[in-house]
């Protein structure tokens, strides 16, 4: 399905990144899609939504602080993420929600002085 996030990097507590990813492979105007992520040690969750029709869902861990959408017609989903704590420190990923079985790459976020 072609899915490629880029977007992120180091940044310190408190800063903002914007995580882009680009879907190519995906039917995207009837697909829900999300940004997850896995931190070291632990498992794959899902952490924001964005239906086909832009209604945005988010986890407890990160409502207020971090914001997704879409762009249908690029078929690209954003993931802006404000106020950055060092236990948002992981690889994010975006996929089809629920996701397919295929990921990519994900690009690593570290929040951290």
């Known amino acids: 399905v072609g899915l490629v996030e880029s977007g992120g990097g180091l940044v310190q507590p408190g800063g903002s990144l914007r995580l882009s990813c680009t879907a190519p492979?995906?039917?995207?105007?009837?697909?829900?899609m999300g940004w997850y992520r896995q931190a070291p040690g632990k498992e794959r969750e899902l952490i924001a939504r964005?239906?086909?029709?832009?209604?945005?869902d988010y986890a407890d861990s990160v409502k207020g602080r971090f914001t997704i959408s879409r762009d249908n017609a690029k078929k690209s989903v954003t993931l802006q993420m404000d106020n950055l704590k060092p236990e948002d420190t992981a690889v994010y990923y975006c996929?089809?929600?629920?996701?397919?079985?295929?990921w990519g790459q994900g690009t690593p976020v570290t929040v951290s002085s």
């Open positions: 492979g995906v039917p995207f105007t009837i697909n829900a």
């Open positions: 996929n089809r929600s629920p996701p397919y079985a295929t």
């Open positions: 964005v239906t086909s029709r832009g209604a945005p």
